[in-house]
């Protein structure tokens, strides 16, 4: 079974600083790992994800993860906030079989402060 | 259009009441999933279409909730006799495909207030 816990419902930054949002996964076979980014009033966009390609794994508007097995982790960081990275931050998992559902953290909203 | 499209984007229903919520995914995704979005949790699974076969119902919670899909095209998710636990926000999304690390593309939402 697939489940992520992502530390820290609410996480803020001042702009410019440096975002980390935190997600440790767990999965009984290699999985797949995704950020989606929601902004208010919007669906879901995909910022990046994990196939097992390249554990740096580089995604859209600056962010960044990491793979770390040893950790089970794949946590999400920008060097330099902007505001307009306000919104809330989803981590998810898949096993990639089958059906490849998402089974998505309970998200981390992140405030960017002037 | 582009991307996938949810109607309507507000519902606001009484308790018992039934409801039909709509979702049309990209053109030529095969695959489509519905979720649903409580306050201030994730996002939980309730249903896969592979084409207009739902492989997997797992996630719906009750017999009271079902979806349909016609062909690789639009599909309605509808609760029955809707309970104030299901407020939420229903997500809907499609993919070009069905396993490995493919992209699902999401809708809006449909937040549905039961009073």
């Known amino acids: 079974a697939q489940s992520v816990t992502q530390l820290g419902s609410h996480v803020s930054v001042s702009e410019g600083a440096l975002v980390l949002l935190r997600c440790n996964y767990s999965?009984?076979?290699?999985?797949?790992l995704f950020w989606y980014v929601q902004y208010p009033n919007q669906g879901l966009q995909l910022l990046l994800k994990y196939t097992s390609a390249a554990t740096l794994v580089k995604g859209i508007n600056g962010f960044e993860a990491e793979f770390k097995k040893s950790e089970t982790s794949f946590h999400l960081t920008k060097p330099s906030a902007h505001m307009s990275d306000a919104a809330e931050y989803f981590c998810a998992v898949s096993d990639g079989t089958g059906a490849n559902n998402l089974f998505f953290g309970t998200g981390t909203r992140l405030t960017v402060i002037p | 259009g582009a991307g996938v499209s949810q109607s309507p984007s507000n519902k606001v229903t009484e308790k018992g009441k039934d409801v039909e919520l709509r979702c049309d995914p990209i053109s030529g995704h095969t695959a489509l999933y519905w979720y649903r979005q409580r306050l201030g949790q994730g996002l939980e699974f309730l249903i896969y279409f592979q084409g207009n076969s739902a492989p997997d119902k797992s996630g719906l919670p009750s017999d009271r909730f079902s979806a349909e899909r016609t062909g690789e095209s639009v599909s309605t998710l509808t609760i029955q006799r809707t309970q104030q636990e299901d407020s939420a926000v229903y997500l809907c999304?499609?993919?070009?495909?069905?396993?490995?690390?493919?992209?699902?593309?999401f809708g809006p939402g449909t937040r549905l207030t039961v009073l």
């Open positions: 999965s009984s076979v290699p999985p797949y």
């Open positions: 999304a499609s993919s070009p495909k069905a396993g490995g690390p493919v992209e699902q593309f």
